[in-house]
Nanobody, 125 residues
Framework: QVQLVESGGGSVQAGGSLRLSCAASGYIVISACMGWFRQAPGKEREKVAVIEGGGSTNYADSVKGRFTVSKDNAKNTLYLQMNSLKPEDTAMYYC???????????????????WGQGTQVTVSS
Protein backbone atom coordinates (compact mmCIF):
# COMPACT_ATOMS: atom_id res chain seq x y z
CA GLN A 1 0.00 0.00 0.00
CA VAL A 2 0.99 3.58 -0.61
CA GLN A 3 -0.04 6.56 1.47
CA LEU A 4 0.09 10.11 0.17
CA VAL A 5 -0.15 13.08 2.51
CA GLU A 6 -0.40 16.61 1.16
CA SER A 7 0.55 19.77 3.02
CA GLY A 8 1.21 23.43 2.33
CA GLY A 9 -2.21 24.66 1.34
CA GLY A 10 -3.71 27.83 2.75
CA SER A 11 -5.21 31.21 1.98
CA VAL A 12 -3.29 33.84 0.02
CA GLN A 13 -4.02 36.99 -1.89
CA ALA A 14 -3.85 37.10 -5.66
CA GLY A 15 -0.26 37.33 -6.83
CA GLY A 16 1.02 35.36 -3.86
CA SER A 17 2.80 32.03 -3.73
CA LEU A 18 2.38 28.66 -2.05
CA ARG A 19 4.39 25.46 -2.10
CA LEU A 20 2.52 22.20 -1.79
CA SER A 21 4.22 19.02 -0.66
CA CYS A 22 3.12 15.41 -0.98
CA ALA A 23 4.92 12.87 1.19
CA ALA A 24 4.66 9.30 -0.04
CA SER A 25 5.08 6.34 2.27
CA GLY A 26 4.81 2.61 1.89
CA TYR A 27 6.15 0.73 -1.09
CA ILE A 28 6.34 3.29 -3.88
CA VAL A 29 8.40 2.75 -6.98
CA ILE A 30 11.03 5.44 -7.51
CA SER A 31 10.03 5.79 -11.16
CA ALA A 32 6.32 6.05 -10.42
CA CYS A 33 4.34 8.70 -12.24
CA MET A 34 2.94 11.33 -9.91
CA GLY A 35 0.82 14.37 -10.32
CA TRP A 36 -1.19 17.19 -8.88
CA PHE A 37 -4.88 17.52 -9.63
CA ARG A 38 -7.44 20.01 -8.36
CA GLN A 39 -11.16 20.17 -7.92
CA ALA A 40 -13.25 23.26 -7.35
CA PRO A 41 -16.83 23.05 -6.04
CA GLY A 42 -19.20 21.92 -8.75
CA LYS A 43 -16.40 21.12 -11.17
CA GLU A 44 -14.64 17.97 -12.27
CA ARG A 45 -11.22 17.03 -11.01
CA GLU A 46 -8.59 18.33 -13.44
CA LYS A 47 -4.91 17.89 -14.08
CA VAL A 48 -2.62 20.63 -12.79
CA ALA A 49 0.81 19.09 -13.38
CA VAL A 50 2.19 15.60 -13.85
CA ILE A 51 5.68 14.13 -13.81
CA GLU A 52 6.83 10.78 -15.15
CA GLY A 53 9.58 8.49 -13.91
CA GLY A 54 12.22 10.05 -16.12
CA GLY A 55 11.40 13.57 -14.96
CA SER A 56 9.40 14.87 -17.91
CA THR A 57 6.53 17.09 -16.94
CA ASN A 58 3.27 18.40 -18.33
CA TYR A 59 1.12 21.28 -17.15
CA ALA A 60 -2.39 22.49 -17.64
CA ASP A 61 -2.43 25.49 -19.95
CA SER A 62 -3.93 27.61 -17.19
CA VAL A 63 -0.88 27.18 -14.93
CA LYS A 64 2.00 27.11 -17.42
CA GLY A 65 4.70 29.59 -16.49
CA ARG A 66 3.32 29.99 -12.96
CA PHE A 67 3.48 26.50 -11.41
CA THR A 68 6.41 24.10 -11.21
CA VAL A 69 6.20 20.43 -10.30
CA SER A 70 9.24 18.59 -8.94
CA LYS A 71 10.04 15.34 -7.22
CA ASP A 72 12.67 14.44 -4.63
CA ASN A 73 13.15 10.70 -4.96
CA ALA A 74 15.41 10.53 -1.90
CA LYS A 75 12.62 11.96 0.24
CA ASN A 76 9.74 10.31 -1.64
CA THR A 77 8.18 13.76 -1.86
CA LEU A 78 6.39 15.56 -4.67
CA TYR A 79 6.22 19.35 -4.74
CA LEU A 80 4.16 21.99 -6.50
CA GLN A 81 5.52 25.52 -6.42
CA MET A 82 2.69 27.91 -7.22
CA ASN A 83 3.49 31.52 -8.05
CA SER A 84 1.36 34.42 -9.26
CA LEU A 85 -1.72 32.77 -7.85
CA LYS A 86 -5.12 33.80 -9.17
CA PRO A 87 -8.60 33.51 -7.65
CA GLU A 88 -9.42 30.87 -10.26
CA ASP A 89 -6.70 28.66 -8.75
CA THR A 90 -8.92 28.22 -5.69
CA ALA A 91 -9.62 24.51 -5.26
CA MET A 92 -8.83 21.40 -3.29
CA TYR A 93 -5.47 20.13 -4.52
CA TYR A 94 -4.79 16.40 -4.61
CA CYS A 95 -1.57 14.45 -4.99
CA UNK A 96 -1.78 11.24 -7.03
CA UNK A 97 0.53 8.35 -7.86
CA UNK A 98 0.56 5.68 -10.52
CA UNK A 99 2.63 3.16 -8.65
CA UNK A 100 4.45 1.32 -11.39
CA UNK A 101 7.56 1.78 -13.51
CA UNK A 102 6.24 4.71 -15.44
CA UNK A 103 7.98 6.51 -18.28
CA UNK A 104 5.06 8.09 -20.06
CA UNK A 105 2.87 11.03 -19.12
CA UNK A 106 -0.63 10.33 -17.87
CA UNK A 107 -3.15 13.14 -17.70
CA UNK A 108 -6.44 11.71 -16.46
CA UNK A 109 -7.42 11.10 -12.83
CA UNK A 110 -8.37 7.49 -13.56
CA UNK A 111 -4.80 6.80 -14.69
CA UNK A 112 -3.67 7.08 -11.06
CA UNK A 113 -4.33 4.47 -8.43
CA UNK A 114 -3.32 6.26 -5.21
CA TRP A 115 -4.61 9.57 -3.91
CA GLY A 116 -4.03 11.83 -0.97
CA GLN A 117 -6.78 13.47 1.07
CA GLY A 118 -6.21 16.88 -0.46
CA THR A 119 -5.14 20.30 0.73
CA GLN A 120 -7.24 23.43 0.26
CA VAL A 121 -5.87 26.42 -1.63
CA THR A 122 -7.87 29.64 -1.48
CA VAL A 123 -6.83 32.74 -3.42
CA SER A 124 -8.60 35.99 -2.73
CA SER A 125 -8.71 38.98 -5.06
Amino acid sequence: QVQLVESGGGSVQAGGSLRLSCAASGYIVISACMGWFRQAPGKEREKVAVIEGGGSTNYADSVKGRFTVSKDNAKNTLYLQMNSLKPEDTAMYYCAARNAYCFALFYRPYDYNYWGQGTQVTVSS
